[in-house]
């Protein structure tokens, strides 16, 4: 189906994976696996506020509402593309996209979560490869940024992985509790370095005025 918004038709592909725009149909899809609760033990992975972290019904009902008001907020300013992870079809997670003064700037960042089930299987590293080819080969990027809590170590063994280098750390609050955040930064030219060939893209160009990028 082609939608009337550009960004519900991007599509990033890996020989693994896609990454779908983030329809309703899709969103809907994703529900039971939020419902039944994304992260469930500690060390807690997300930031506050996370509304993945509420008791259901309140969790879905925040989660598509956050995501319903970020698909709005999109222009040259800031932009934010949500992406659900398809396996064999199967939605199994997300994996998002910021820009925030792209046109100045040229930095993103990225966010992704993963069902329980699926975790430790590479598919994450695969997540963040196929974002990172969007984000530089489709839209230009100069640099990316990543972050997670120290002891989110899945997180931070793909960032290493995949060519960042530790920019100095900080701190949030998960849960109310604060904890220390590592940063982390990508060049352009380390991309480059271990660019893939196996990745494809679609929708890139039709969705560039909506991004201010045309």
Same mark, same amino acid.
Request: charged content about 25%; proline content about 5%; overall charge neutral.
């Given at each position: +189906?082609?939608?009337?918004?550009?960004?519900?038709? !991007?599509?990033?592909?890996?020989?693994?994976?896609?990454?779908?725009?983030?329809? *309703?149909?899709?969103?809907?899809?994703?529900?039971?696996?939020?419902?039944?609760?994304?992260?469930?033990?500690?060390?807690?992975?997300?930031?506050?506020? +996370?509304?993945?972290?509420?008791?259901?019904?309140?969790?879905?009902?925040?989660?598509? #509402?956050?995501?319903?008001?970020?698909?709005?907020?999109?222009?040259?300013?800031?932009? $934010? !593309?949500?992406?659900?992870?398809?396996? *064999? &079809?199967?939605?199994?997670?997300?994996?998002? !996209?910021?820009?925030? *003064?792209?046109?100045?700037?040229?930095?993103?960042?990225?966010?992704?979560?993963?069902?329980?089930?699926? #975790?430790?299987?590479?598919?994450?590293?695969?997540?963040?490869?196929?974002? !990172?080819?969007?984000?530089?080969?489709?839209?230009?990027?100069?640099?990316?940024?990543?972050?997670?809590?120290?002891?989110?170590?899945?997180?931070? #063994?793909?960032?290493?992985?995949?060519?960042?280098? $530790?920019?100095?750390?900080?701190?949030?609050?998960?849960?109310?509790?604060?904890?220390?955040?590592?940063?982390?930064?990508?060049?352009?030219?380390?991309?480059?370095?271990?660019?893939?060939?196996?990745?494809?893209?679609?929708?890139?160009?039709?969705?560039?005025?909506?991004? &201010?990028?045309?």
């Amino acid at each position: +189906m082609i939608h009337t918004y550009p960004p519900l038709n !991007l599509e990033v592909r890996t020989p693994r994976l896609t990454l779908a725009g983030a329809t *309703d149909e899709l969103l809907e899809r994703l529900v039971p696996i939020v419902r039944a609760g994304v992260a469930d033990t500690a060390p807690w992975p997300f930031d506050d506020p +996370m509304s993945l972290y509420l008791d259901s019904p309140d969790r879905e009902w925040r989660w598509l #509402r956050g995501i319903w008001a970020g698909r709005a907020r999109v222009n040259e300013e800031f932009w $934010r !593309l949500y992406f659900v992870v398809l396996r *064999d &079809g199967e939605p199994i997670g997300m994996q998002d !996209l910021i820009g925030s *003064d792209f046109t100045k700037f040229g930095t993103v960042t990225s966010f992704s979560w993963l069902a329980p089930g699926q #975790r430790g299987r590479g598919i994450g590293a695969e997540m963040r490869a196929a974002i !990172l080819h969007l984000a530089f080969a489709g839209l230009g990027a100069k640099e990316a940024t990543s972050d997670a809590f120290t002891d989110n170590h899945a997180s931070n #063994r793909v960032s290493a992985a995949l060519g960042y280098e $530790r920019n100095g750390t900080t701190w949030d609050t998960r849960r109310g509790e604060v904890a220390r955040i590592q940063c982390w930064r990508l060049t352009r030219e380390a991309w480059e370095r271990a660019r893939r060939d196996d990745i494809e893209l679609t929708g890139v160009r039709e969705c560039l005025p909506a991004l &201010g990028l045309a």
